[in-house]
């Protein structure tokens, strides 16, 4: 690699959003805050019900978007608030996970992770983490192949209300 992109691949600092269970990972997360416990702040949370709710469209959208990796975490195996969801999410994504080669996004920007609500200290070790994986790996240039590829749907937004006079 050449010096050049040795020195920006080192300036780099990743964007990464973080998808979370509301009941167990954004409570860890919290937690870590609370008790005032230093981590990466390259982490933006969208706080969800479950992880079993994931769209992971919302994965693609996040890359699209701009950025560099993502982290999906929720409770852990037998602990989630509706009883199955974590492990609903997690099998998604494994079928996900064999569609992401195909948009061209290499398996290494996306984790997934259990995180319970007293684990704060976890939170700030995974963000850390990830946060130096995804570094190493350099910026995520691919978004435009995402956006060609995985929102087909976009020509059908609704045609904008006319205004009605009376």
Request: aromatic share 12%; with cysteine; glycine share 6%.
């Amino acid at each position: 690699m050449s010096q050049h992109k040795e020195t920006i691949k080192h300036d780099f600092e990743p964007n990464i959003v973080a998808f979370v269970c509301n009941w167990c990972t954004y409570t860890g997360a919290d937690l870590a805050g609370t008790s005032r416990l230093k981590y990466e702040p390259n982490v933006r949370i969208i706080r969800l019900p479950c992880t079993g709710r994931i769209d992971y469209n919302l994965l693609l959208k996040a890359f699209e978007s701009g950025a560099d990796g993502v982290l999906v975490s929720g409770c852990h195996p037998n602990d989630c608030h509706y009883n199955l969801g974590n492990f609903h999410a997690r099998r998604r994504f494994t079928v996900f996970r064999q569609l992401l080669d195909f948009v061209g996004i290499d398996i290494r920007r996306i984790q997934f992770a259990w995180v319970s609500a007293a684990e704060g200290a976890k939170w700030a070790q995974l963000v850390t983490q990830v946060t130096n994986e995804v570094r190493e790996l350099g910026p995520f240039t691919n978004y435009k192949r995402i956006s060609e590829l995985s929102f087909p749907y976009k020509e059908l937004e609704p045609e904008p209300l006319e205004e009605v006079t009376a």
